[in-house]
Structure formats: C-alpha cells, structure tokens
C-alpha cells in the first residue's frame, strides 16, 4: 500500500483525494499546510491520519511514501526536490515547474535518489487521450493540428475589481499559458515532439500576466495552432488534420467525443468508456511506476518539451516570474 500526503487543500487536491478512493494500492494517509489548523481540518475531513506545518516534517516522516503536490506553481521545483532528496516518491501538479531549468534539477533529483518524478497531466493518462494516439495513424501523413482551450476564469471578474488571486498572479508564476496552455502544448508534445520553430502572441493584462495567448508551432511537415484564454470561452472543437482524414476532438484536456472524418466521405466515432473523474487515471499510472521498478514510462522526456516550448513563448511575448531568475 503507498501510503500518501498532499501539499494544498484546494478543489484539485478535494478531487485527486476522491479519485484515490476508487484506487486498492494508494491511501490518504497526511496533509500539509502552512496552518495547523487548515491542515487538522483538511485531514479530519478526509480522513488522513497525519498533518504537518512544517515540510521538513513531511519529508522525514517514515509513514509517507509519496507526495502529492499541488502548491502553487513557483513553489513545485524546491517542494519536489526537498520530498525527492528524502526518497519519496512525488506527483507534481501541471505545470510541474516554472521553467526547464526548475525540471532538469527535478528530474536529477529523483535520479539521484531513485524516486519516481511525475506531472500530474490528467489528459495523457486519460483512456480518451490514448484513444487520440491509438487511431492518429489512420489520418495518414498529419500536415495539420489545432488544439483550442479557452475558459473565462472565475477569478477574472475579481481581477477587473482590482483584487488580484493566485491565478493571475506573475510571483506565483502563474497565468493563461501555466494554467490553460499548458493543456495543449502537453498535448503536442507528446503527440508530435519538439517543434522546430516556435512562434507566440499573448494579450498581457495590467499586471504583466497573459490573459490568452497563440502559439504556432512548425515541424518538418506539419504546422501546429494552439490558442487558449483564461479571459473568454471558445467551443471550438480541436482538430487534427492528415491527408487522409480529420480527427474532431471535444476537449483535448479532457478528451470524451473523438471523431474522425475520411476523405472518401466515411464518418468514424470513437467511443470512450472512461470514469468521471479522470485523475483516477494518472493516480494508477504512479502507482504502476512506483510498484514496478522495470515499468519504464519516459513522461518526464514529454514534460521537457512542454516546458521548452512555454519558455520560449514566454521570452517571445515577455512574460517573466521570479523563478526564471
């Protein structure tokens, strides 16, 4: 049984708790927070046995085998090495670091320490998602992949107001492409790989936060459109386009509704039969990497990428964090 603790009591943390009950080999087991108050009713509430105040606490207690974290993003890098260095095992929330520079020292961490590093991307552990890889094949030769997520946040009407919350805030490293991009440059790198040029536009807000931003992305043979927002909606499906057919996706955070239209006129839907609460997924994926040493998944490799690209688009646009110093 891994015996785990989580790092934030927000609404993620309330959702990957409950998906973990449908789980037999990872239980609940303790919580962190700054208030040891906040983290005594946190824990009653969900029935961990464990609270601490402190993350040295948490690193050296002998009853954890693996941390969840799900802090905000400038804190992911130094709370996953400090867990890593002290052989626990760390699921880290998506983005898993400001920067490349943050996940390389990450990544050597967990080497380092024979520990399982992995970013808590929900979307390529999904059974929908791996429907996308399964079928990518019958599109023939891809020469095109748009991937669309826009959401109004709902803290965007307090930001108007003037009141500034985590999701908008630049210290935190936070913003439209950490938090809503992040969904679909994951996506394309672990579909297509690095891109070869990376091109980006973001609409800046008065802070100096993104609100919504563009990527195009070139390869050999193919381009990539990628547009998010946390500033306004969009129900524009995602697409991937091969010279044989095109691929109609929902959500490609949360693909459900897969659709693949020939170009002799033939109309393909995907069925996936999946649980509601899609972090079930990756929860059992961690398992499997923490219980089978020999169960290589190089997602780390994917993780790299995305980050690289989000590097770039940032430098591009001048989004700049604390972190990248």
Do not use: W
Request: with cysteine; net charge negative.
């Amino acid at each position: 049984m891994i015996r785990y603790a989580v790092i934030g009591t927000n609404f993620i943390t309330d959702r990957f708790i409950e998906a973990t009950k449908e789980c037999d080999d990872i239980k609940f087991h303790g919580v962190y927070s700054r208030d040891i108050n906040r983290a005594r009713e946190y824990g009653d509430k969900n029935g961990a046995k464990l609270v601490f105040d402190q993350l040295n606490d948490l690193a050296e207690c002998d009853e954890i085998d693996m941390v969840y974290i799900a802090s905000p993003n400038s804190f992911h890098c130094s709370q996953s090495i400090l867990m890593l260095k002290s052989k626990k095992h760390v699921l880290c929330e998506k983005p898993i670091a400001s920067n490349s520079k943050e996940l390389k020292k990450m990544i050597k961490a967990a080497s380092d320490n024979n520990t399982i590093l992995l970013e808590a991307m929900r979307t390529v552990y999904d059974p929908g998602f791996l429907e996308i890889e399964k079928n990518l094949n019958k599109l023939g030769k891809i020469r095109r992949a748009n991937f669309y997520y826009c959401k109004y946040s709902s803290r965007y009407d307090n930001f108007k107001k003037g009141v500034i919350e985590n999701a908008f805030k630049p210290e935190l490293s936070n913003g439209a492409l950490m938090d809503i991009g992040v969904y679909c440059v994951h996506a394309l790198a672990r579909l297509f790989g690095a891109p070869n040029e990376v091109k980006a536009q973001s609409i800046i807000l008065e802070n100096g936060i993104d609100g919504a931003g563009t990527i195009i992305a070139k390869y050999d043979e193919m381009q990539a459109d990628l547009m998010y927002s946390k500033i306004a909606d969009s129900y524009i499906p995602s697409e991937i386009q091969g010279e044989d057919g095109t691929m109609v996706i929902d959500m490609i955070s949360e693909p459900k509704d897969i659709t693949i239209y020939y170009r002799d006129g033939r109309k393909e839907n995907i069925s996936v039969d999946k649980k509601q609460n899609n972090m079930y997924y990756e929860a059992m994926e961690m398992v499997r990497l923490i219980e089978n040493p020999n169960y290589e998944k190089d997602y780390n490799k994917y993780s790299l990428i995305e980050l690289n690209i989000m590097d770039e688009v940032r430098e591009q646009t001048g989004i700049h964090f604390p972190a990248d110093r």
